[in-house]
């Protein structure tokens, strides 16, 4: 077998790494080696011997070596012995040899040379190489060095909410007028994420093209963002931001991290801007997503306490139990019970559930009122929180006593004269037919026109081709005769389940906020269960739709696609097969 041939080469620079685990080498080399070929040995001085490790080597032209040869940066994980110098590499199988040249003093500090080497190696296209991870980055001390980079760059954060169980929200704004950052990375001790410009949330800053403009020319005003770091708030470190720039420099900026929980949290998070059509999937995936559903599993984790008003003699075992959750209009509350006390149904027990904090004293005041006029007994559960539809139905549902439960909106009414007589159909339905697992009325706007006759499924493509519940034949004339139809779905603004079905199922899903596709998936997961869902066009109310809720705010259209993508990642492919 032919002798392998020597190889040429030096090292230029090679200094010990400042956490005492390694050596940062440079230099150049006739032959270069596959990640598989690593160094095998590495010479210290003579009176300390070798040292050996693992090693991540870049390599990449140089003009001023001999033709074919190529520069190389390797960082090496060996230990680094107090007072050791470094002498050279060695690749006994490969017959190389590489040494530092006789009277080479070491010129760079290792936060240098490890600039120098991030700007080499991704000046040679290697932007992804794994050297880049090793090579070591200055440690944060609590000064904020961005603001010494050059080429400039400015990044602020307005606020950095702590999402459970370990993520980051991240809201600001980074103009970056050179283009000179190569990556931005959030650290916390061990722990860090790269936000990925690309899943960046942009928010418009025209407060900031002002004052930027006369410095800068600033005219786009799109450098505001919304970014999620996962992983990072789970330990003591305090985080910070890491700026690189195509340089190699690295700028560190502390973050100051605020624990807020609630709904107020959320709304403030929703408020950003709807995403543009095309990255609506890649915002909640990566921003949105994360960001809310974290949120609020925390504030859903909290006990639900709440005050309990009895009014009237209670049935202790009634047929069924009629939940109706308030929130933000008390007025319909009236209306609606002095409508069911009409033709009022002995056999049913009523519990409101207020989810609305800022009512209780107007709403005590109120249900008293209505018991003295109307003498329809009820119970009224008065949430310390506002919780969102399903939670809210949930509470409602642990103290619930019937057999049956209807799930009621508080702006759905029956027609005058009626009362609570559309109950009992329903509720005989599910008795007879053990394959149906929910039963709703037909439902009509005020002119007499359909709101709510089931639901079916599609496709809307300006929504990232998520899958929607759509109201089938809304707006048409009512139909004439009545009939039972078996639907894909039924709302929640009026649905009669099986008590002890529902609880099996967890009730209502509440990783759907405040109120929005929950009665679709309940419906989904029904099917699953092998049970169908029905609409009894003879039993009639009017529902006022979204009356119930507060005036629409910027956040709501956020909330609905939150909601969609959630019900999108459960059910989508599912839904779309059977399209």
Same mark, same amino acid.
């Given at each position: 077998?032919?002798?392998?041939?020597?190889?040429?080469?030096?090292?230029?620079?090679?200094?010990?790494?400042?956490? =005492?685990?390694?050596?940062?080498?440079?230099?150049?080399?006739?032959?270069?080696?596959?990640?598989?070929?690593?160094?095998?040995?590495?010479?210290?001085?003579?009176?300390?011997?070798?040292?050996?490790?693992?090693?991540?080597?870049?390599?990449?032209?140089?003009?001023?070596?001999?033709?074919?040869?190529?520069?190389?940066?390797?960082?090496?994980?060996?230990?680094?012995?107090?007072?050791?110098?470094?002498?050279?590499?060695?690749?006994?199988?490969?017959?190389?040899?590489?040494?530092?040249?006789?009277?080479?003093?070491?010129?760079?500090?290792?936060?240098?040379?490890?600039?120098?080497?991030?700007?080499?190696?991704?000046?040679?296209?290697?932007?992804?190489?794994?050297?880049?991870?090793?090579?070591?980055?200055?440690?944060?001390?609590?000064? @904020?060095?961005?603001? #010494?980079?050059?080429?400039?760059?400015?990044?602020?954060?307005?606020?950095?909410?702590?999402?459970?169980?370990?993520?980051?929200?991240?809201?600001? &704004?980074?103009?970056?007028?050179?283009?000179? $950052? #190569?990556?931005?990375?959030?650290?916390?001790?061990?722990?860090?994420?790269?936000?990925?410009?690309?899943?960046?949330?942009?928010?418009?800053?025209?407060?900031?093209?002002?004052?930027?403009?006369?410095?800068? =020319?600033? #005219?786009?005003?799109?450098? %505001?963002?919304?970014?999620?770091?996962?992983?990072?708030?789970?330990?003591?470190?305090?985080?910070?931001?890491?700026?690189?720039?195509?340089?190699?420099?690295?700028?560190?900026?502390?973050?100051?991290?605020?624990?807020?929980?609630?709904?107020?949290?959320?709304?403030?998070?929703?408020?950003? !801007?709807?995403?543009?059509?095309?990255?609506?999937?890649?915002?909640?995936?990566?921003?949105?997503?994360?960001?809310?559903?974290?949120?609020?599993?925390?504030?859903?984790?909290?006990?639900?306490?709440?005050?309990?008003?009895?009014?009237?003699?209670?049935?202790?075992?009634?047929?069924?139990?009629?939940?109706?959750?308030?929130?933000?209009?008390?007025?319909?509350?009236?209306?609606?019970?002095?409508?069911?006390?009409?033709?009022?149904?002995?056999?049913?027990?009523?519990?409101? $559930?207020? @989810?609305?904090?800022?009512?209780?004293?107007?709403?005590?005041?109120?249900?008293?009122?209505?018991?003295?006029?109307?003498?329809?007994?009820?119970?009224?559960?008065? *949430?310390?929180?506002?919780?969102?539809?399903?939670?809210?139905?949930?509470?409602?549902?642990?103290?619930?006593?019937?057999?049956?439960?209807?799930?009621?909106?508080?702006?759905?009414?029956?027609?005058? =004269?009626?009362?609570?007589? &559309?109950?009992?159909?329903?509720?005989?339905?599910?008795?007879?037919? !053990?394959?149906?697992?929910?039963?709703?009325?037909?439902?009509?706007?005020?002119?007499?026109?359909?709101?709510?006759?089931?639901?079916?499924?599609?496709?809307?493509?300006?929504?990232?081709?998520?899958?929607?519940?759509?109201?089938?034949?809304?707006?048409?004339?009512?139909?004439?005769?009545?009939?039972?139809?078996?639907?894909?779905?039924?709302?929640?603004?009026?649905?009669?389940?099986?008590?002890? #079905?529902?609880?099996?199922? =967890?009730?209502?899903?509440?990783?759907?906020?405040? %109120?929005?596709?929950?009665?679709?998936?309940?419906?989904?997961?029904?099917?699953?269960?092998?049970?169908?869902?029905?609409?009894?066009?003879?039993?009639?109310?009017?529902? *006022?739709?979204?009356?119930?809720?507060?005036?629409?705010?910027?956040?709501?259209?956020?909330?609905?696609?939150?909601?969609?993508?959630?019900?999108?990642?459960?059910?989508?492919?599912?839904?779309?097969?059977?399209?």
């Amino acid at each position: 077998m032919a002798p392998k041939q020597e190889i040429r080469g030096a090292i230029d620079d090679a200094v010990a790494l400042p956490s =005492g685990d390694g050596w940062l080498i440079t230099g150049w080399t006739s032959r270069t080696w596959a990640e598989s070929e690593p160094p095998e040995r590495v010479f210290a001085n003579l009176t300390l011997g070798d040292v050996t490790g693992e090693t991540a080597t870049a390599f990449y032209p140089r003009l001023d070596v001999p033709d074919g040869a190529a520069g190389f940066c390797t960082v090496l994980a060996a230990a680094c012995p107090e007072r050791a110098e470094f002498v050279g590499l060695q690749l006994p199988h490969l017959r190389l040899r590489i040494s530092i040249p006789p009277q080479r003093e070491r010129r760079l500090s290792a936060e240098a040379l490890a600039t120098a080497c991030r700007r080499t190696v991704r000046g040679a296209g290697l932007h992804a190489h794994p050297v880049l991870d090793r090579l070591p980055r200055p440690a944060f001390k609590g000064a @904020d060095t961005v603001a #010494e980079l050059w080429p400039p760059v400015q990044i602020e954060f307005d606020q950095a909410i702590r999402v459970p169980p370990d993520g980051l929200a991240l809201v600001g &704004w980074c103009f970056d007028p050179a283009g000179a $950052v #190569e990556s931005l990375r959030v650290r916390a001790g061990a722990a860090s994420a790269l936000l990925d410009p690309t899943h960046l949330l942009t928010i418009r800053r025209p407060d900031l093209v002002q004052s930027l403009g006369k410095r800068y =020319g600033l #005219e786009d005003d799109r450098i %505001g963002f919304l970014a999620y770091a996962p992983g990072v708030a789970g330990s003591a470190a305090r985080p910070h931001l890491e700026v690189e720039t195509r340089e190699g420099a690295i700028g560190l900026k502390s973050i100051r991290v605020l624990d807020l929980a609630g709904l107020g949290a959320i709304k403030q998070i929703l408020s950003v !801007p709807r995403p543009a059509r095309a990255r609506l999937q890649t915002a909640f995936d990566n921003v949105l997503g994360p960001i809310v559903a974290g949120l609020n599993a925390a504030r859903l984790s909290r006990p639900r306490p709440f005050d309990e008003l009895v009014f009237g003699p209670q049935n202790p075992a009634p047929r069924a139990s009629v939940i109706v959750t308030i929130y933000g209009r008390l007025d319909l509350t009236e209306y609606q019970l002095a409508l069911l006390s009409e033709r009022p149904d002995p056999s049913a027990e009523i519990v409101l $559930v207020l @989810d609305d904090p800022a009512l209780h004293d107007d709403a005590e005041r109120l249900f008293a009122s209505c018991w003295a006029r109307l003498r329809l007994p009820f119970r009224a559960l008065l *949430l310390a929180e506002n919780l969102g539809y399903a939670p809210a139905n949930n509470v409602g549902l642990s103290v619930a006593r019937g057999r049956y439960v209807c799930l009621l909106n508080s702006d759905v009414f029956p027609t005058a =004269g009626i009362g609570s007589a &559309w109950l009992a159909p329903l509720v005989a339905q599910l008795e007879a037919d !053990p394959t149906l697992g929910a039963i709703g009325p037909l439902l009509l706007y005020e002119d007499g026109t359909v709101q709510h006759r089931g639901m079916h499924f599609e496709q809307l493509a300006d929504f990232g081709r998520w899958t929607f519940p759509m109201h089938t034949g809304k707006g048409e004339p009512a139909p004439s005769g009545a009939e039972h139809l078996d639907v894909a779905a039924l709302t929640g603004a009026c649905v009669v389940l099986r008590r002890d #079905e529902l609880q099996r199922l =967890g009730g209502l899903d509440e990783r759907y906020l405040i %109120g929005d596709f929950e009665d679709a998936d309940l419906c989904r997961r029904l099917r699953v269960a092998g049970r169908r869902c029905r609409v009894d066009t003879g039993q009639r109310l009017y529902h *006022l739709e979204r009356q119930s809720q507060a005036e629409a705010q910027p956040w709501r259209g956020n909330l609905t696609l939150f909601n969609a993508w959630q019900h999108a990642s459960r059910w989508g492919t599912e839904l779309a097969a059977a399209a």
